[in-house]
């Protein structure tokens, strides 16, 4: 609910109190806020007030230190969360901005090459692809690539499949069982469809003539990243960190997670902590707009879904 804009959570409010529909809006305020304008969640906490729940135990994290650092940067306490980590020598700092890639993609190497599937995040589209480049060279040395590249137009352009390669899909393919965010393997490749085993081990087909919503997984986009859970994350942090960012990037993770940064696109470590703690909330004049409400507690609710 933390991504859905002011419009569009009006309209769904409207539906809902034309149907006699009960909305129970779950999400993160300090994480990244819709794409388009406003801020639904907000809102509706406002409506609420003290009807509100605050879930306060965090869980994902596996050291006490790391689910504290979790609590400071929601708090906006970013000095505290990545002093922390870097304490704990998972804060790294390089000269420029291909060195920082370059280190990224050798840690991620090193912890899959463990055994252990390591998601990399950047800000950018052009973070993201430049580091999917260099960390896919990196998946054909270490042999997880079979066989000549294949260049396939797909949502990046012209981009080159080969089987293993890790993908993931950015479109919804029902009659494959993929939806937008499944990640999978090339498991084969026939002219320009793409052989793609999912998660639960089946491989499906993947057209890339009629469905070009495919890329290479080895980085993602932070809004991407928002929401999932993985053993082990890396973060890029470039000069657009802030604190909606940071909340999203340091707490993905349930054991390691490592930050890198460069002097060139960051500056010092103050600077680093400085652009952390912008928050970049975005908000619309209709959000502070006084309207009657129908308020509910959740022990009036109860009853009313039973009915």
């Known amino acids: 609910m933390s991504t859905l804009g002011t419009a ?48 306060q135990t965090t869980r994902r994290p596996h050291e006490g230190w790391q689910r504290e650092a979790t609590h400071a940067v929601r708090r906006g306490d970013v000095r505290e969360a990545i002093d922390a980590y870097r304490d704990h020598g998972a804060v790294h700092e390089v000269a420029t901005q291909a060195d920082a890639r370059a280190a990224i993609v050798a840690r991620w190497q090193h912890i899959e ?75 084969g490749i026939e002219n320009d469809t793409l052989q793609v085993e999912r998660r639960d081990g089946k491989t499906v087909s993947v057209d890339t003539r009629e469905r070009a919503g495919v890329q290479h997984a080895y980085c993602s986009t932070e809004y991407r990243e928002q929401g999932s859970t993985r053993y082990a994350e890396l973060q890029l942090v470039t000069e657009h960190v802030n604190q909606r960012s940071l909340t999203v990037g340091m707490t993905r993770h349930t054991h390691d997670y490592g930050m890198f940064y460069s002097r060139e696109a960051v500056g010092s470590y103050d600077d680093l902590i400085a652009l952390g703690e912008r928050t970049r909330s975005k908000e619309l004049a209709t959000d502070y707009q006084v309207i009657e409400r129908n308020l509910y507690t959740f022990e009036e609710l109860r009853p009313r879904a039973r009915d």
């Not at 388009?36 to 406002?46: K, S, T």
């Not at 990046?156 to 009659?175: F, L, N, Q, S």
């Open 8 to 55: 569009q959570g009006a309209a769904l409010l409207k539906e809902a109190q034309e149907r006699g529909a009960v909305v129970l809006a779950l999400g993160d305020d300090k994480q990244f806020q819709a794409v388009a304008h406003g801020n639904a969640l907000a809102f509706m906490q406002a409506a609420v007030g003290e009807n509100t729940v605050d879930l």
């Open 113 to 187: 090459q463990s055994g252990v599937e390591c998601g990399i995040e950047a800000f950018t589209n052009r973070e993201r692809t430049a580091i999917n480049a260099l960390a896919r060279d990196q998946w054909r040395a270490m042999g997880r690539l079979e066989g000549d590249d294949r260049v396939l137009e797909t949502i990046d352009g012209k981009t080159p499949y080969a089987i293993g390669d890790r993908v993931v899909i950015r479109e919804t393919i029902r009659e494959a069982g993929l939806f937008n965010g499944s990640v999978g393997v090339v498991r």
